[in-house]
């Protein structure tokens, strides 16, 4: 039996904050998630796996991008050609609702509903599998329904449970327990929600698969899915790469930089990588360059011709130019305690929701500020901008 583990494709994300993006590179970044799923697709077609899990959010929101529908109806029909079952969940984002705005599927296709149910699959080889699972009714769900989940059916050869969830006892989206699961006596846990691939245990198998293809900086690394092959003792897992495009962040130390040939090259080999990607980059020790060439990297002019004639059929593409400087050089000029005691009331949740008043309202800004290190980074650029004038005086 194989099957591919699979989840958070978001479909119809619209890939917030690129539009500086040439126009050649913005078009590969808004098709990748469709070319991931393409990939996904054909693999699966191709290994003539039994059926493929969706943990959840397929699509970006629930109102579900009507294009998006009608793409994924296009790719269940697909399958169906090939015998290929589909089994999914719909998760936080895309939530069940009463739309009657929405397309259906083909036979091939099994959707949970909002209670936790189980259903099986007799596979062409004559062997029953069993899966239980729900779909998200609400964009927000608190209960442990982990604990409602029946324990392992005694007349299948594999039982799968899914769930889109977050480990911890408490969370707004379905949390549950390691100790929860594996008490089911299930095969194999296909999770979802978390955009980071994790194996959460081996005993039996609880799995992440994390998303087709990163949306932004804060999913930086390769992306993809899980193809599970079980030989009716043993189940063996294989990551399997779809990203069209890898989001990075990357670090570049400047210490000891002589000149700006220097400067450029150390930057290109840093960011280099077969695939195409997009780069946040990090200039470290910005402190000890050259006066001339921090200007050239302040004033944005180097960001400019880094980005200049980057080819569309391969791109190593750096967005964002990011100068960092050691504390201790403002601390030269202000003494620590009175910085840090500064930077403690400032930069606050409470402080900053209270300075940005009805702009948390728009979209882009609260997925801005709500990302994990915006605070952290937000006092790095104030140490960098302070640093840099007390350079330039």
């Not at 970006?60 to 969940?89: S, W």
């Not at 296709?109 to 936790?116: D, H, I, R, S």
């Not at 189980?118 to 779909?135: E, M, P, R």
């Amino acid at each position: 039996m194989k099957f591919i583990h699979t989840a958070d494709l978001h479909l119809g994300s619209p890939f917030k904050g690129l539009m500086q993006l040439p126009s050649a590179i913005k078009k590969v970044v808004e098709n990748s998630i469709y070319q991931a799923t393409d990939q996904l697709v054909a693999t699966a077609i191709k290994l003539s796996v039994d059926f493929i899990i969706i943990a959840g959010d397929a699509f970006d929101d629930a109102t579900r991008d009507l294009h998006a529908q009608f793409y994924l109806q296009r790719k269940f029909q697909e399958l169906a050609q090939h015998q290929i079952a589909v089994i999914m969940i719909y998760g936080n984002h895309d939530y069940l609702t009463s739309s009657q705005a929405v397309v259906s599927y083909s036979d091939n296709v099994y959707v949970f509903g909002p209670e936790v149910t189980t259903a099986t699959l007799t596979l062409a080889d004559g062997q029953k599998v069993a899966f239980s699972g729900f779909s998200y009714n609400q964009n927000h769900i608190q209960t442990n329904l982990a604990q409602t989940y029946p324990a392992r059916l005694p007349n299948v050869d594999y039982q799968i449970g899914i769930l889109h969830g977050e480990l911890g006892q408490k969370s707004n989206y379905a949390p549950f327990t390691l100790e929860t699961l594996q008490s089911k006596g299930y095969d194999y846990w296909a999770l979802g929600h978390i955009h980071q691939r994790q194996i959460l245990s081996q005993n039996p198998y609880v799995v992440y698969p994390g998303n087709l293809q990163g949306r932004h900086r804060n999913e930086s690394g390769d992306k993809g899915y899980y193809l599970v092959d079980w030989d009716g003792t043993t189940t063996k897992l294989k990551f399997i790469s779809t990203a069209a495009i890898i989001w990075q962040n990357v670090q570049v130390s400047v210490a000891q930089i002589s000149n700006l040939d220097n400067l450029i090259s150390k930057i290109q080999k840093a960011v280099f990588n077969d695939k195409n990607t997009l780069v946040d980059l990090t200039l470290t020790d910005f402190e000890q360059l050259d006066h001339d060439l921090q200007a050239l990297i302040t004033s944005g002019e180097l960001l400019a011709t880094l980005q200049a004639d980057v080819p569309a059929e391969h791109f190593n593409y750096i967005y964002h130019v990011q100068p960092q400087v050691k504390s201790q050089a403002i601390y030269q000029t202000i003494d620590e305690k009175y910085w840090q005691s500064a930077a403690n009331q400032i930069f606050t949740p409470a402080n900053l929701l209270k300075h940005l008043g009805k702009l948390q309202q728009v979209p882009v800004v609260r997925e801005t500020y709500q990302q994990k290190d915006f605070l952290s980074e937000l006092q790095q650029r104030a140490v960098n901008i302070i640093s840099q004038n007390k350079m330039e005086e």
